[in-house]
Every structure is written in C-alpha cells, then in structure tokens.
C-alpha cells in the first residue's frame, strides 16, 4: 500500500492526505458492461446526506471511464415502484439478476459509504470521506471489481488564537455547505477519482 501526502503553501497549515493501492478485487476476464446502473448506497455513517451525494458524483464521473449509466432519478423510481426499495440498505433483498431486467442494464455499481465526517475542533480539523465501490454483472451476479477508498484533508493550528478563530470558520463552513449541498463535496470527488483510476475502461 502506498500512501500520499500533499503538503499545500496555504495557511494555517493543511495537508492532504490519502491511502491509495490497487483495486480489492478484478476478475481475470473482464468485460464492461455495455449498460449500468449505480444503485443508492447503503450508508454506515452518521450522515443523511452523505450517501446521496458520493453516488451522483459517481454518476457524473463514470463517463470519464467510458461508462454511461442510467441517470439517478430513473433508478430510484424503478427501484421504488417495481421493488419497494428507497435506501441502500434494502438492496439485498432483491438478486441482481432481477435488478438488471427491471433497469435494462447488464451492471450495476454497488456502494457502501463509510465515512462521511467534519469534525471542526478549532486545533485539528479532520474531513474524511472513504466508500467501498462494487461492480457486479446482471447475467451472472458475478463481481467483476472492487475498490475502496479515503481521503483526509485535515487542518491544524499550533496557536491558541489561531485554534480559537479558526473553530468559528469551520463550523460556519460547515452549515453554509450542508445548505449549498456541497458538503464534503471536494473530499469526495478525489476519493472517487482514486477509486475509478483502477477501474477498466469500458471502450
């Protein structure tokens, strides 16, 4: 496992920082699906939002790795309506075989959000987001690739006064982002993009 860290000419003082290795699982023989689907992850965090908002990223970034998927809206009202399915956290209920026909796809990303979190604490201030992403054939329900990733971005101060003024800012970010949808949003796009860098080229 090979580790990055990324120290930025911004003050106070920020790095960056994230664990990054090859995919957990590729299947010897793969071939992309010619049309997928990414399906509403199961969220192990403490964060409503968080699950929603790494999937439409995940969304607007497969094309970048030759995948076109169904748009979320379509998916969720698929699921909804044919499965009785809203969260995640039900996916399991139903075998992909039966997932694939009712959406017409022949794969199907799976995702588990595992950490979606800001803690402003003034001194050390940790944003961290990390997923396990799953990507499945319809036909045969077998996993084709598997990949999981982080990415931290802590900030720290070594001053009292800098600790002091720097907790108002963070707490402020942190309600103006959860207004604007964007939070953690930034964390999330690398931790992606880590995790799509091992995933095939579909053409």
Request: hydrophobic share 40%; net charge positive; glycine share 8%.
């Amino acid at each position: 496992m090979k580790c990055l860290f990324r120290k930025t000419s911004l003050l106070p003082l920020l790095f960056l920082a994230a664990c990054a290795s090859g995919p957990k699982y590729l299947v010897k023989d793969f071939r992309p699906p010619s049309k997928v689907a990414v399906l509403p992850f199961s969220n192990l965090t403490n964060d409503v939002g968080g699950p929603e908002t790494v999937r439409k990223l995940l969304i607007e970034l497969l094309p970048s790795r030759g995948y076109l998927p169904l748009d979320g809206e379509t998916v969720d009202n698929v699921l909804r309506e044919e499965f009785g399915i809203t969260e995640g956290g039900q996916l399991g209920s139903v075998s992909k075989e039966d997932l694939g026909k009712a959406l017409g796809v022949d794969g199907l990303f799976y995702g588990d959000l595992l950490t979606f979190i800001d803690i402003p604490l003034g001194f050390a201030r940790r944003r961290s987001v990390k997923a396990n992403l799953k990507l499945f054939r319809t036909d045969s329900g077998e996993l084709l690739w598997e990949d999981e990733k982080g990415w931290t971005n802590p900030e720290i101060h070594l001053s009292v006064k800098e600790a002091r003024d720097a907790v108002i800012r963070q707490v402020a970010e942190r309600q103006i982002e959860k207004m604007r949808g964007t939070f953690l949003k930034e964390e999330s796009l690398v931790m992606l993009r880590l995790a799509l860098k091992n995933l095939p080229l579909a053409r």
